[in-house]
C-alpha cells in the first residue's frame, strides 16, 4: 500500500513539471506576442517605451504570480488588460515569466 502511494506521489510530481514546462512553452509563445514589445525580451521593461509612457516598468522575474496575472487581466496603472489573453493563458505567462532573470 505503501509503495503504491509513493508511485502515485511520483507520478503527480512529474505530471506537475510536465504540466509546468508545457505552460512556460505556452507562456512563451504568448509572452512574445502580447508582452515582450513593452516589457523587453527578459522582462526588465522596454526602456523607450517607459520613458514614453513616464512609468517604471518592474522587473516581471520578482513579481508575484497573481500581480502579474491581476495586470494581464484586470490591467494596472497605464497598462489596460490584455484582451487577448484568457485566465489559463494568462497561468502560462505566468510561469513562463518566472523563468525569466530577476
Same mark, same amino acid.
Given at each position: 500500500?505503501?509503495?503504491?502511494?509513493?508511485?502515485?506521489?511520483?507520478?503527480?510530481?512529474? &505530471? !506537475?513539471?510536465? #504540466? *509546468?514546462? @508545457?505552460?512556460?512553452?505556452?507562456?512563451?509563445?504568448?509572452?512574445? +506576442?502580447?508582452?515582450?514589445?513593452?516589457?523587453?525580451?527578459?522582462?526588465?521593461?522596454?526602456?523607450?517605451?517607459?520613458?514614453?509612457?513616464?512609468?517604471?516598468?518592474?522587473? &516581471? !522575474?520578482?513579481? #508575484? *504570480?497573481? @500581480?502579474?496575472?491581476?495586470?494581464?487581466?484586470?490591467?494596472?496603472? +497605464?497598462?489596460?488588460?490584455?484582451?487577448?489573453?484568457?485566465?489559463?493563458?494568462?497561468?502560462?505567462?505566468?510561469?513562463?515569466?518566472?523563468?525569466?532573470?530577476?
Amino acid at each position: 500500500m505503501k509503495m503504491k502511494l509513493l508511485a502515485s506521489g511520483i507520478v503527480m510530481i512529474g &505530471l !506537475g513539471v510536465v #504540466s *509546468a514546462w @508545457d505552460g512556460a512553452a505556452k507562456g512563451k509563445d504568448l509572452y512574445a +506576442k502580447a508582452c515582450k514589445s513593452c516589457h523587453g525580451a527578459e522582462g526588465q521593461g522596454n526602456p523607450t517605451i517607459a520613458k514614453m509612457l513616464k512609468v517604471e516598468l518592474k522587473p &516581471l !522575474g520578482a513579481q #508575484s *504570480a497573481a @500581480d502579474i496575472k491581476n495586470a494581464i487581466l484586470k490591467g494596472v496603472g +497605464k497598462m489596460k488588460p490584455v484582451t487577448t489573453v484568457d485566465a489559463k493563458q494568462a497561468d502560462d505567462v505566468v510561469v513562463f515569466v518566472h523563468t525569466l532573470k530577476k
